[in-house]
């Protein structure tokens, strides 16, 4: 009964997110979610015009889109934030996107991330180039390095990890940009193939919980814009369980023990239990 009464219905005014999942089937999940997106500094914008935070404007569009056809989440996207900003105390959820340029920040934001991260936050970062070793990649790392000190452990997220069976099951990370094997034109002259595949995603891992998801997969990129790719670079191409993997990210964030999120309900229940 007092699981009943406890219900993210009349928390969106209080909370960034509340989400419930039912205990009978972990498909049904219901409640809120305000999605942030990290907003990051670079020298110049991207080949396709775009600032290198945003480099893919339609992903987040689209994940919310089908996480609103899929669930009974409501999911709102509330802009962007920088590290330096004072409401990301409150956000559960970062998406972070690039592609090909490096990213910069000083030393209060490095401090502001690995102090949100410690608190219960949850970061997803994606290389849209899926470019292991390119500019973004590298400096990202450098960032959560920073950030987190002797803690930024970068592991494999094992594929047995509640993140890929949270909401829908997989046997490890779907395809990306990395297996999509369509042609890239990096200075609108030459095309180029990725050619690296990467079985696996990294994660950074504090107390037990995952707090840094870490792809060099491309899902931004297949997110936003392989429903669009021509025919002539052989799209368009279906992203569904890209997105049903987005939503297991959301998820999995909003209900990790540890998470903001998470504290949060103890701190509702705890209040509910004194009255």
């Known amino acids: 009964m007092r699981n009943e009464l406890i219900s993210s219905e009349n928390l969106s005014d209080r909370f960034e997110g509340f989400i419930e999942v039912n205990a009978a089937n972990k498909k049904k999940v219901r409640g ?10 670079s020298t110049k914008s991207e080949p396709n015009g775009e600032e290198g935070w945003n480099v893919f404007p339609r992903a987040l569009p689209a994940l ?4 609103q056809d899929s669930t ?3 999911v709102t996207l509330s802009g962007n934030i920088r590290l330096d900003d004072r409401q990301l105390w409150d956000i559960p959820v970062l998406f972070m996107m690039g592609y090909l340029n490096a990213v910069q920040y000083t030393q209060q934001e ?11 936050g949850f970061l997803f970062i994606d290389d849209g180039y899926a470019a292991m070793y390119g500019a973004f990649n590298k400096s990202a790392k450098a960032l959560l390095k920073e950030a987190l000190g002797y803690d930024a452990e970068f592991q494999r997220v094992p594929n047995n990890h509640w993140l ?12 990306g940009l990395d297996d999509a094997n369509l042609p890239l034109e990096l200075d609108g002259r030459t095309p180029r193939r990725i050619p690296e595949r990467y079985p696996y995603l990294e994660g ?10 870490f792809s060099s997969k491309g899902y931004s990129h297949a997110w936003g814009q392989w429903p669009f790719v021509s025919p002539t670079q052989g799209g368009p191409l279906d992203n569904a369980r890209q997105l049903h993997f987005g939503i297991n990210i959301v998820v999995y964030a909003s209900t990790a023990k540890g998470s903001i999120i998470d504290q949060n309900k103890a701190r509702v229940a705890g209040e509910f239990q004194r009255k």
């Not at 809120?32 to 500094?41: D, G």
């Not at 919310?64 to 996480?67: I, R, V």
Request: with cysteine; glycine share 10%.
């Open 164 to 175: 890929y069976h949270c909401w829908e099951d997989f046997s490890g990370p779907p395809s």
């Open 110 to 120: 490095s401090k502001n991330l690995g102090k949100w991260l410690h608190q219960g």
């Open 72 to 74: 009974d989440v409501r």
């Open 64 to 67: 919310q889109e089908y996480a």
């Open 204 to 213: 950074i891992f504090l107390g037990g919980r995952l707090a840094v998801l």
């Open 32 to 41: 809120f979610i305000n999605l942030y997106q990290l907003r990051w500094r």
